[in-house]
């Protein structure tokens, strides 16, 4: 059983930072999660993909976060972070890691960890 377990959610200001943390666990020793990365659901709206990251750290970031979010992760620690920087209220919302591995392949998700930005 595999589990991905978010930290460093909360509040900020507008223009500020946050820094997420994912961290997979369980019975990773035949797991290998090839792609790791957040996505976003804000009230009302659909969840979407923030950013992702290979294990080779190829990377791609949804157009309303590039040059504000970096994603890195640390294929040793089996954890994927985010770096948020100017941050804006329209930030907010709950953020989902997700991986990718396996065999067998398949989806895994976080439980979410709330952002919420201040104007």
């Known amino acids: 059983q595999v589990q991905l377990v978010e930290s460093g959610g909360g509040l900020a200001q507008a223009g500020g930072s946050l820094t997420l943390s994912c961290a997979a666990s369980g019975s990773m020793l035949r797991i290998r999660m090839d792609v790791m990365g957040w996505y976003r659901q804000a009230p009302g709206k659909q969840r979407e993909l923030v950013a992702r990251?290979?294990?080779?750290?190829?990377?791609n970031y949804a157009d309303f976060v590039k040059g504000r979010f970096t994603i890195s992760r640390d294929n040793a620690k089996n954890t994927v972070y985010l770096q948020m920087s100017s941050l804006k209220p329209e930030d907010t919302a709950v953020y989902y890691c997700?991986?990718?591995?396996?065999?067998?392949?398949?989806?895994?998700w976080g439980q979410g960890t709330q952002v919420t930005v201040s104007s």
């Open positions: 990251i290979t294990r080779g750290g190829s990377t």
């Open positions: 997700n991986a990718f591995g396996g065999p067998p392949g398949r989806d895994y």
